[in-house]
């Protein structure tokens, strides 16, 4: 009873927060060929010919990502849910968003926070925050390295840490961080009162020198900055491409 009713409260907060701050939530996108139909909580899973392959009674579904899906039940647990409509038998408390590299962030029934496989094994505990709304407050694994944020005494720090949950580096300037793309991840950046944008590579190092009043993500290794009214492109290492 105590869990549906935590279940709850974060699915209400979590939808609340989804109208508040769009920017929060996670890329949503799939990688699979399996189109889905929502009829209030009726998820219809069709193959690229129409034909109906299963339902399923869901309170969520998050996209299936390497073959794989987050889903919230009906009684507000978390489970994972395959192409096959297959729902693992370990439930969760919270899972992230997606899957990547075969993993995603976990926190157990019992408050146990971790790494998980596919099929809901723990590989490897960490500690496991909630975001402002209620999602649990880490990024997809990409190239081998995710961030968790952990709160420290009148902050919040973020970890970097790779596939094994060795914590590499640590941040107390950052948040928002963003899963890696062509190497590096987007990244709020605190500057005395206000924040700026930048990015960090796969080994935890700012690539500019500038934090940025704005920063777009990289698409075929250049991505578009703002600094005051000026705006231009950038290479992956923080060098500005001259037309």
Known sequence: ??????????????????????????????????????????????????????????????????????????????????????????????????????????????????????????????KVEFDECGALAATNFSNGKAFVKESKGKGEVWYLIDDKGNKLKEFNNISYPRYFSCGVSNVQVREGTTWKSNYIDTSGNFISSINFDDAYDFIDNKAKVKSGSEEYYIDINGKRIHN
């Open 1 to 126: 009873m105590k869990n549906n009713r935590l279940g709850y409260i974060l699915s209400i907060f979590f939808l609340i927060c989804l109208l508040q701050f769009p920017c929060i939530a996670n890329d949503l996108s799939t990688t699979s060929k399996i189109n889905v139909i929502k009829n209030n909580n009726t998820y219809t899973f069709l193959d690229e010919d129409e034909n109906v392959l299963f339902t399923k009674k869901l309170k969520r579904f998050y996209g299936f990502t390497e073959g794989y899906a987050t889903v919230t039940l009906m009684n507000f647990d978390s489970a994972i849910l395959d192409e096959n409509g297959n729902i693992s038998n370990i439930h969760f408390e919270q899972l992230g968003q997606k899957f990547s590299e075969g993993k995603n962030f976990a926190m157990f029934l019992d408050g146990t926070t971790g790494v998980i496989d596919t099929k809901g094994n723990l590989l490897f505990k960490i």
